[in-house]
C-alpha cells in the first residue's frame, strides 16, 4: 500500500526562526506532490505543488523540494510568523492510483510570538 | 481562479434523515470530483471518486448506498448521507480537477461540517 509520512507530527518553534517539515513517500512513480495548509475548522489551502519532472517549487517565504529517488519532499519556512501556525498536509499522486491524491498525517505547527 | 465551494458550511441533522452536500466549481470544468473525510486531528480520507456522467468509484470500506455521489454535470456534484447516524458526523471536503489543467492539480473546497444528533 503507498503511503505518505510526515515528520515531525508536532512543532512548536518562536517566532522568526526558519524551519524544515518533512514528507516520505513509498514509491518513486508519481505524477505530482502538494503542500497544503489547514486551519482550525477550515478547509485546504493549496500552498506549493511539484510535478514529478521539478526539484522545487517557490512561493514567499515558502520553498519546496522534491527527491524522487529518495521518496523525500521538504517543505521550508523562512522567518516563520505566529500566522503561520497551522496544520501542514502533504500529498502525492501515485501513478499506481491514477488521480487520486494520497494524503499524510499533517504536521501541527506553533509559532509562538 | 479555480474556486470550489460547498453548501451548506455546516448542518445539524437527526439520526435517521438524509444529507445532501453540494460541491461547484465556480470558474472551471471539472470532469473528476473527489470526495473526502476527515474525522477530528486527523487526515483527509478519500470517499470517492466522481467523473461527469457515470457512476462514482468507491474507496474500499466506503458504503456506496450510504454515501449516494452525483455528478450530473461538470461544474457541480453532490454528496448525500443516507439514513445519517452519530458516527457519520464528520468534515466533509470535496476537490475537483480542472478538465483543462495539466498536473492532475486539484482545487479543494472550504469543507462542510455534518453533526448527526
Known amino acids: 500500500k503507498q503511503e505518505v509520512t510526515q515528520i515531525p507530527a508536532a512543532l512548536s518553534v518562536p517566532e522568526g526562526e526558519n524551519l524544515v517539515l518533512n514528507c516520505s513517500f513509498t514509491?518513486?512513480?508519481?505524477?505530482?506532490l502538494q503542500w497544503f495548509r489547514q486551519d482550525p475548522g477550515k478547509g485546504l489551502t493549496s500552498l506549493l505543488l511539484?510535478?514529478?519532472?521539478?526539484r522545487e517549487q517557490t512561493s514567499g517565504r515558502l520553498n519546496a523540494s522534491l527527491d524522487k529517488s529518495s521518496g523525500r519532499s521538504t517543505l521550508y519556512i523562512a522567518a516563520s510568523q505566529p500566522g503561520d501556525s497551522a496544520t501542514y498536509l502533504c500529498?502525492?499522486?501515485?501513478?499506481?492510483?491514477?488521480?487520486?491524491?494520497?494524503f499524510g498525517a499533517g504536521t501541527i505547527l506553533r509559532v509562538k510570538s | 481562479g479555480a474556486v470550489v465551494s460547498q453548501h451548506p458550511s455546516r448542518v445539524i441533522c437527526k439520526s435517521g434523515t438524509s444529507v445532501k452536500i453540494e460541491c461547484r466549481s465556480l470558474?472551471?470544468?471539472?470532469?473528476?470530483m473527489f470526495w473526502y473525510r476527515q474525522f477530528p486531528k486527523q487526515s483527509l480520507m478519500l470517499m470517492a471518486t466522481?467523473?461527469?456522467?457515470?457512476?462514482?468509484?468507491?474507496e474500499q470500506g466506503v458504503e456506496k448506498d450510504k454515501f449516494l455521489i452525483n455528478h450530473a454535470s461538470l461544474t457541480l456534484s453532490t454528496l448525500t448521507v443516507t439514513s445519517a447516524h452519530p458516527e457519520d458526523s464528520s468534515f466533509y471536503i470535496c476537490?475537483?480537477?480542472?478538465?483543462?489543467?495539466?498536473?492532475?492539480?486539484?482545487?479543494f473546497g472550504p469543507g462542510t461540517r455534518l453533526t448527526v444528533t
Open positions: 476537490s475537483a480537477r480542472d478538465l483543462l489543467a495539466v498536473g492532475y492539480e486539484q482545487y
Open positions: 514509491d518513486s512513480a508519481i505524477y505530482n
Open positions: 511539484i510535478q514529478s519532472s521539478q
Open positions: 500529498a502525492v499522486i501515485y501513478m499506481e492510483y491514477g488521480n487520486k491524491l494520497v
Open positions: 470558474d472551471f470544468q471539472a470532469t473528476t
Open positions: 466522481s467523473n461527469e456522467g457515470s457512476k462514482a468509484t468507491y
